[in-house]
């Protein structure tokens, strides 16, 4: 398979409070604190009761902004959507227009860098491939439209092959694997949260190929870190296995990526229990994502400056 930037060891330093080397086994039995029902209230104005597939095998339901209104239908760009309209433990929703999460935006064809540069007011792209492996498939036509592109690579410390840790065909172990990217990544994890609480770089984009793990592991840190809770965050990550078939099929037209394994195998299953105890283990070790980025080079501003943009 191809090389999607995933590697193995451990890169960064765990917390002295590490229940253990992979915390997600330790944490298994969070998902079942932490995966309430919250329901909208029928008639409840701009909100819906999800009802997709992706929840239901999440094992939940969340009150949110309807999720039509946070996809972005590109033409040539698949798995892309708002980081807004998630609810808040608090109350309320998360900002629109400040942060995306998408795929691969190597094939966006001019229509959709319009749409993203002028409509959406894209200022800011976040690639977290890696350095190789951006260099080597490249930005499209969205590289010459004059947005600042920003390489923060999300992968374990030695760079092989994401089938070596991920292997087509099984149930692969998601959750550890994405406990050993917030181990290798410190850096980018911090940098993305210090880009998105800077409002002079939004409209921010963060992207790797198929928009799931890297992805929806920079996206649960930052969520978590301004309160939007573990069942949102999972019925979120699980929204791209409404489009994962149609991810799958675009990415086997780039070389690097033409032995993908078939959607809901190894690195294409889409299963919100998975991010739900990364986001549990993270709250076990670290006490939330707030705490991990302040814990390793975010300061207590920067933190305000990213709940502020993306709660406002």
């Not at 590289?143 to 999300?154: I, K, M, Q, S, T």
């Amino acid at each position: 398979m191809g090389q999607l930037g995933l590697g193995n060891g451990h890169g960064g330093l765990l917390s002295d409070r590490c229940p253990e080397t992979h915390p997600i086994r330790a944490c298994e039995g969070g998902l079942s604190r932490s995966a309430g029902r919250v329901d909208a209230s029928a008639g409840s104005p701009g909100k819906v009761r999800s009802t997709s597939t992706a929840c239901d095998r999440y094992g939940g339901t969340v009150d949110t902004v309807s999720e039509a209104t946070r996809w972005l239908d590109l033409v040539e760009v698949d798995n892309v959507r708002d980081l807004g309209g998630l609810p808040l433990a608090g109350g309320g929703v998360t900002r629109s227009g400040v942060a995306y999460r998408a795929s691969t935006l190597q094939q966006a064809c001019a229509a959709d860098v319009t749409e993203l540069v002028d409509v959406r007011r894209l200022r800011t792209v976040i690639d977290l491939r890696l350095p190789d492996e951006a260099a080597r498939e490249g930005h499209g036509l969205l590289g010459d439209a004059g947005v600042r592109v920003v390489n923060l690579p999300v992968r374990k410390a030695d760079a092989t092959l994401l089938d070596v840790v991920v292997p087509s065909g099984t149930s692969a172990d998601l959750g550890a694997l994405y406990w050993q990217l917030l181990a290798g990544s410190t850096e980018a994890f911090v940098e993305s949260a210090r880009i998105i609480a800077d409002p002079e770089q939004h409209a921010v984009l963060f992207h790797c190929a198929a928009g799931k793990d890297r992805t929806g592991v920079i996206a649960a840190v930052l969520l978590d870190a301004v309160g939007v809770p573990a069942d949102a965050i999972a019925a979120d990550y699980a929204l791209t296995s409404e489009r994962a078939a149609r991810v799958r099929e675009r990415l086997v037209r780039i070389p690097a990526y033409q032995n993908l394994p078939n959607v809901g195998q190894g690195v294409f299953a889409v299963d919100g229990t998975a991010i739900a105890s990364f986001v549990d283990a993270l709250r076990a070790t670290y006490g939330g994502g707030g705490e991990f980025l302040l814990r390793h080079g975010l300061t207590d501003a920067e933190l305000a400056g990213l709940r502020a943009a993306l709660v406002g």
